[in-house]
């Protein structure tokens, strides 16, 4: 559960420096104007490539941080279902055959 918080504050820390790189990004690009209108006009998409880029790794981290911390959470109700409980009072001399519990159950039915 520690490591999904620690990926989840990752995912928002890549998140915060994706839309910095991307300010930057356009304020470099439009800072030289003519680099600016020519990247608007004919390859528009550059413009937003820093911020797509690095968002993937973001995404990717908040989500497998939200995963890890719900599965954590979900991990504390599970009873694992190899496990066979048995009901008994302590002695060993009052153990009936199993077909002897299932006429029981036969006939309670």
């Not at 959470?73 to 190899?82: G, L, P, Q, T, V």
């Not at 009072?89 to 519990?101: F, Q």
Request: charged share 20%.
């Amino acid at each position: 559960m520690i490591l999904g918080w620690i990926q989840l504050i990752v995912g928002i820390m890549l998140w915060v420096l994706a839309i910095a790189a991307g300010i930057a990004w356009i304020g470099f690009c439009f800072g030289t104007i003519i680099i600016g209108i020519l990247l608007l006009f004919f390859a528009p998409r550059i413009l937003i490539f820093p911020t797509a880029f690095i968002s993937v790794f973001a995404n990717g981290f908040l989500l497998v941080g939200l995963v890890n911390i719900k599965k954590g959470a979900r991990d504390k109700d599970i009873i694992d279902s190899e496990a066979e409980w048995v009901k008994t009072d302590g002695e060993d001399n009052n153990k009936e055959p199993i077909a002897g519990l299932l006429e029981d159950k036969k006939d309670k039915e």
